[in-house]
Every structure is written in structure tokens, then in C-alpha cells.
């Protein structure tokens, strides 16, 4: 444990160390506790990823969730041969126009609020809501402001932001998009290809 070092010397070291604090905390039976995870990760800090560490919200320095992320974003995995970089993205066409109200249009019976979105790992109140936001699918649902993954892409927005000669802008909306399952298994199939 005493010789896990990160320096920031590219994706593949930033990959190497975020599986590496994870097989430790696993180790250790501290996998689920993200601030001790968090807290073990900044002793292995050193140069340029040190002072890097040094300059993030504390609330991404104490959590291991948003701290592996924000490694990852800002040291992404270099291009792989025959591939492009695991961290590029799709460009996708803009969704069709809504269709028009009717018996054949798929409607929600209430507002996208009452989906019950849930932070972290369940998105819905259950599959009858889950299958009901895909049927209506494309669609957007504004997260609050004290929503646990609103925090968390607030936090990656300010950790990202490449613009030294300029102040991060503050986030004043953020909205969850929710895709038809079909569209969203061509973009997986292209993401891990």
C-alpha cells in the first residue's frame, strides 16, 4: 500500500491508480465507504496530480465517487489502436420534433417530476415508472439542486473547466436525459466497441 503512487502522467497511470485504491479498499473491507476510499487515495498524491488534488472542492476531494471520476476526466484514456479514446463521445442527431397529441402519442399521465427520480444507482420509483419515461422517450428531467448526481455533475463541470484565464461559470440547470432503449443500445455498441 506504502509505494501507490499517482503523478498525472497520463490515462493509463490514472486507470492503473483508480484500480488500484479500489482493490485496496476492497482489501480492506472499506469498498462502500467513499470518504475513507477518498481519504486513502490523497496520501498517494504526488507533482502535478498533487497539486491538481489541491485545487479541487473539498466535497470531490471527500468522495471517492467524485474523485474517480474527476480523475479519470481529467487524465482520459489515451487512443487504442484500431480505436478512438474510451472517453470520446457519439454525435448524435437532434431528437424528431414531438409528435402531436393523441391516442397514439405516448404522454405522460403527470409531470416529469413525478417520475421520482432517484439519485445514485436507481434512476426510478420501478420498472412501471422506468418503462413509462422510455415510452415517452426522448424526454428531460430537471434535477434539484440538492440531488446528490446534480451535486456530482456540478462538481465535474468545475473540476473540467480548462480555462484558466477565465472564472468557471456557475451551473444554473441540469437535466437528465432519458433516451428510447433501442437508440441507447447503438450508442453503447459504438462507446465499448
Not at 506504502?2 to 493509463?12: A, H, N, R
Not at 481529467?74 to 454525435?91: M, V
Amino acid at each position: 500500500m506504502d509505494d501507490l503512487k499517482f503523478e498525472g502522467k497520463g490515462g493509463k497511470e490514472a486507470e492503473d491508480f483508480v484500480a488500484a485504491v479500489k482493490k485496496i479498499a476492497l482489501k480492506e473491507g472499506k469498498h462502500q465507504d467513499s470518504e475513507w476510499t477518498a481519504a486513502f487515495a490523497s496520501t498517494c498524491f504526488y507533482g502535478p496530480a498533487l497539486r491538481w488534488f489541491e485545487e479541487l472542492d473539498e466535497n470531490v476531494q471527500s468522495d471517492w465517487k467524485l474523485l474517480r471520476r474527476a480523475i479519470l476526466q481529467k487524465w482520459p484514456a489515451e487512443a487504442r489502436a484500431g480505436g478512438s479514446a474510451s472517453g470520446s463521445l457519439p454525435t448524435f442527431a437532434a431528437a424528431p420534433p414531438p409528435a402531436a397529441a393523441g391516442p397514439s402519442a405516448p404522454t405522460l399521465a403527470t409531470p416529469a417530476k413525478s417520475l421520482s427520480y432517484r439519485p445514485v444507482d436507481e434512476e426510478f420509483c420501478g420498472t412501471q415508472c422506468q418503462d413509462r419515461a422510455s415510452r415517452a422517450a426522448p424526454l428531460l428531467i430537471k434535477l434539484e439542486a440538492a440531488d446528490s448526481m446534480y451535486k456530482e455533475v456540478n462538481a465535474l463541470f468545475g473540476v473540467g473547466w480548462q480555462h484558466s484565464e477565465k472564472a468557471c461559470p456557475s451551473v444554473k440547470r441540469i437535466f437528465r436525459i432519458i433516451m428510447k432503449p433501442t437508440l441507447m443500445e447503438y450508442y453503447y455498441a459504438y462507446r465499448w466497441a
